[in-house]
């Protein structure tokens, strides 16, 4: 099932979500990111502002709040455009 992006999202979202929730934040971050790209690959707003939510967690419990500002942003504007 490699080639299904929609599994491979799932796949990553949740394994962040395992990650953040052991205290593994950096690692979090990555999966998330991996998951991001899936969901822009499946052209999913809704999907890419759920993952946004997630990483920025991440972002923010690893003390990387500049970065979890921006993605909250870059979040807020997906959450408000037309989709």
């Known amino acids: 099932f490699s080639d ?3 599994l491979l999202l799932t796949m990553r979202n ?3 979500e ?3 929730t052991m205290g593994r ?7 998330y990111e991996l998951a991001l790209r899936d969901a822009r690959a499946l ?8 993952i946004l ?3 920025a967690s991440a972002q923010a419990r690893a003390g990387r709040l500049d970065a979890a500002t921006a993605t909250l942003g870059r979040g807020l504007r997906l ?3 037309p989709d």
């Open 4 to 6: 299904d992006p929609g």
């Open 14 to 16: 949740n394994r962040g």
């Open 18 to 20: 395992v990650l953040r």
């Open 25 to 31: 934040f950096d690692d979090a971050v990555r999966a």
């Open 43 to 50: 052209d999913s707003t809704v999907l890419e502002v759920r």
């Open 53 to 55: 939510t997630n990483l």
């Open 79 to 81: 959450a408000a455009g």
